[in-house]
């Protein structure tokens, strides 16, 4: 689509704080007002429309978008949508180990065991860990309160988690990051674990690793959007 205006401005609204383009309110693909919950968030997406050349190219909008989804697919059913994120709990990725070889056991145990300590120590909760991939059931009180956790969440802040979780498979690993208990970084290379030790053991190819970077600049947006959504 080719850029349609000059100016972009953040004005303050009921909702929040609006981006205007020449003065005119930009809207969700759902026709809503693109309105942030505070001027640190709102800044940030009306970055993101400054920075278009002549062409507006929604790919480079990665905060834009999550602000569209939580605006038009979250706000309006913010419990559900949080009950889903919430079961990832029950299949949490950091519970799943390897069998072998020894040192691949280790390593995941020297990356996830910290993280799963946390939020033992976070929640109150007890977590049942296991190896090989077949499932083993969670004990209740640990997904009850592991929910309660992500339900009290804003509609901005669950659309950032989401990214968070979906692309690490753990819910631990997206709270953790979410309340800053670690860095982000190392959250990300504790999820990368398994693909880092395939190309250890059979080399790296051209398609792994951008594919790897893409999914290491989603989950660097996905810190970033739940840090502002909670400034």
């Not at 994120?85 to 910290?114: H, K, N, S």
Request: net charge negative.
């Amino acid at each position: 689509m080719k850029r349609f205006y000059k100016d972009v401005t953040v004005e303050p609204v009921e909702a929040g704080f609006a981006i205007r383009l020449d003065g005119r309110p930009v809207r969700t693909p759902a026709r809503a007002e693109l309105a942030l919950p505070n001027a640190v968030l709102a800044e940030a997406v009306a970055q993101e429309w400054r920075d278009q050349g002549e062409t507006v190219d929604p790919a480079t909008m990665a905060f834009t978008g999550l602000a569209n989804a939580a605006i038009d697919h979250i706000a309006g059913n913010r419990a559900k949508f949080a009950a889903d994120i919430a079961e990832y709990g029950g299949t949490d990725m950091l519970c799943y180990r390897a069998e072998g070889p020894e040192a691949f056991v280790a390593r995941q145990a020297a990356a996830w065991d910290p993280l799963l300590d946390w939020a033992r120590a976070r929640y109150d909760v007890a977590f049942v860990t296991t190896q090989g991939i077949i499932h083993v059931a969670q004990p209740d009180a640990t997904l009850e309160r592991l929910a309660a956790a992500v339900d009290g969440l804003d509609p901005f802040t669950l659309a950032g988690l989401s990214r968070l979780v979906t692309l690490s498979g753990s819910l631990v690993c997206g709270l953790a990051v979410l309340e800053e208990a670690f860095d982000a970084d190392s959250v990300w290379e504790a999820a990368e674990i398994d693909e880092r030790w395939q190309a250890e053991q059979w080399g790296e190819d051209a398609e792994a690793l951008a594919r790897s970077a893409r999914r290491a600049g989603e989950f660097a947006v996905g810190r970033a959007f739940c840090g502002m959504a909670r400034a």
